[in-house]
């Protein structure tokens, strides 16, 4: 080990020593030339010798750095670096600056990972329940209705197309492709897609949404954050009630108001309702298929579509999810 440190501390000051000595032998031959009478070559010999003292002390004072660098990392304690040279204390503070970022870093990753088991188990056992009703269906009822059917179909497709882009929402940026879109269409789009659901729980959409609406957006991942904000509405509403689908201008803004009548968020769970698997009271208690996820989804996409997302709710009386967008009614 002392081989392998004197090495590394002869290379990394080879340049040092090699200046000295040619500066000294410099000075004492200009010096001896000058002064024919005096032998300046003692004086050189004197400053090397002093300079090679300092380094010898140098070098005693940093051995424990460089056994420090030159030694195996077999526990968080080798990580660090010994020594009380000015050099030493500075490439600790670094070390721990790196450290402090790496188990951040560490962290992060692991609560991803855990976040991902935990929907992976969520969502297999979401999907357990529509494979189990239409296996009951098919055994207790050979002759049941294609629309039965439909619905439990409806039901994993719509699971199966959340865990999908929530897995695609890491390379979300790749697969941007911003364009002038007229909004009616966009929305008129997602709702027929929905029409079984509608149908289905007997909540109606009422659109009021003008042709001349244009805004700049990203045509599969907006409608697919609609679709989450009109699912979570018919979720939540009874049977027989509307939900009341709008667009508007203001300013330099587009806006798509989603407004349904039905249970509404209590107060204390709309910080939250954005955050991961969140499922909240309403997912809760009415014992309703809630995921967490597709709020959270389609948060995420609008941030990166640099959409701004508004929310009001009162209990009892019903929820508005408001998206602004920047208009394209004048084209770039």
């Known amino acids: 080990m002392m081989k392998k440190i004197i090495k590394l501390y002869i290379e990394e000051h080879i340049s040092l020593i090699s200046a000295v000595l040619l500066s000294a032998f410099a000075i004492s031959g200009s010096l001896a030339w000058l002064e024919k009478d005096f032998d300046y070559l003692y004086l050189g010999i004197l400053y090397f010798f002093v300079f090679s003292v300092g380094m010898v002390v140098h070098f005693y004072k940093s051995i424990s750095l460089y056994e420090s660098i030159l030694s195996e990392v077999?526990?968080?304690?080798?990580?660090?670096?010994?020594?009380?040279?000015?050099?030493?204390?500075?490439?600790?503070?670094?070390?721990?600056k790196i450290r402090s970022v790496y188990k951040e870093e560490v962290n992060r990753l692991q609560n991803e990972n855990d976040n991902y088991r935990f929907v992976i188990s969520r969502w297999v056992h979401q999907m357990k329940t529509p494979l189990s009703v239409l296996n009951l269906m098919t055994q207790e009822n050979p002759s049941v209705s294609s629309e039965d059917l439909i619905e439990e179909l409806d039901r994993m497709e719509y699971l199966l197309?959340?865990?999908?882009?929530?897995?695609?929402?890491?390379?979300?940026?790749?697969d941007f492709i911003v364009e002038r879109c007229q909004l009616a269409s966009l929305v008129k789009s997602v709702v027929n897609e929905q029409k079984n659901y509608f149908i289905q729980n007997e909540v109606f959409p009422k659109m009021d949404i003008h042709d001349s609406i244009y805004v700049y957006t990203d045509k599969k991942w907006f409608s697919f954050a609609v679709q989450q904000f009109l699912n979570n509405a018919v979720k939540y509403s009874s049977s027989g009630q509307s939900i009341q689908i709008a667009g508007s201008c203001e300013n330099e803004h587009a806006i798509l108001k989603?407004?349904?009548?039905?249970?509404?968020?209590?107060?204390?769970?709309?910080?939250?309702?954005?955050?991961?698997?969140?499922?909240?009271?309403?997912?809760?208690?009415?014992?309703?298929?809630?995921?967490?996820?597709?709020?959270?989804?389609?948060?995420?996409?609008?941030?990166?579509?640099?959409?701004?997302?508004?929310?009001?709710?009162?209990?009892?009386?019903?929820?508005?999810?408001q998206i602004y967008m920047r208009t394209g009614n004048t084209e770039r």
């Open 74 to 96: 077999g526990s968080e304690e080798d990580f660090f670096v010994s020594g009380s040279s000015p050099l030493a204390r500075a490439e600790k503070n670094r070390l721990k």
């Open 258 to 321: 989603i407004q349904d009548f039905g249970s509404g968020i209590c107060a204390e769970d709309q910080p939250r309702i954005f955050n991961f698997c969140y499922t909240g009271n309403n997912g809760r208690e009415k014992q309703k298929e809630s995921s967490g996820l597709g709020l959270y989804i389609a948060k995420n996409i609008l941030d990166y579509l640099e959409h701004e997302i508004v929310m009001r709710s009162e209990q009892g009386k019903g929820t508005t999810f």
């Open 161 to 174: 197309n959340q865990i999908l882009h929530l897995i695609r929402m890491e390379n979300i940026k790749n």
